[in-house]
């Protein structure tokens, strides 16, 4: 059972910065990929952002440019970090990591983005 701590939500400015964490109880190397989703009200989850074992990256198209992805193989943990935040951006994030085909969910952050 993998576990998934998230940190780093709350309400910012929009044009503002937020860096979201996510520390995995599970060791770095059997993890195939971990990311962040979110969900806005009245809508579906939706992928953000992954980085994969081997390094690779991909984005939402609504993120690129202003968000980005990284990892610390040592803390087994992922960063997103988030720029120029938009009104839009608002949502429950959550971390997600993908261990032998299963899918492991953290318990969600608030990101608000309001003036």
């Known amino acids: 059972q993998v576990q998934l701590v998230e940190s780093g939500g709350g309400l910012v400015q929009p044009g503002g910065s937020l860096r979201l964490s996510c520390a995995a109880s599970e060791i770095t190397f059997r993890i195939y990929a971990m990311g962040w989703y979110r969900q806005a009200p009245g809508k579906q989850r939706e992928l953000v952002a992954r980085?994969?074992?081997?390094?690779?990256?991909n984005y939402a198209d609504s993120v690129k440019g202003r968000f980005t992805i990284s990892r610390d193989n040592v803390k087994n943990t992922v960063y997103l970090q988030m720029n120029s935040l938009k009104p839009e951006d608002t949502a429950v994030y959550y971390c997600n990591a993908v261990v032998s085909a299963t899918h492991y969910w953290g318990q969600g952050t608030q990101v608000t983005v309001s003036s």
């Open positions: 980085i994969f074992s081997g390094g690779s990256t």
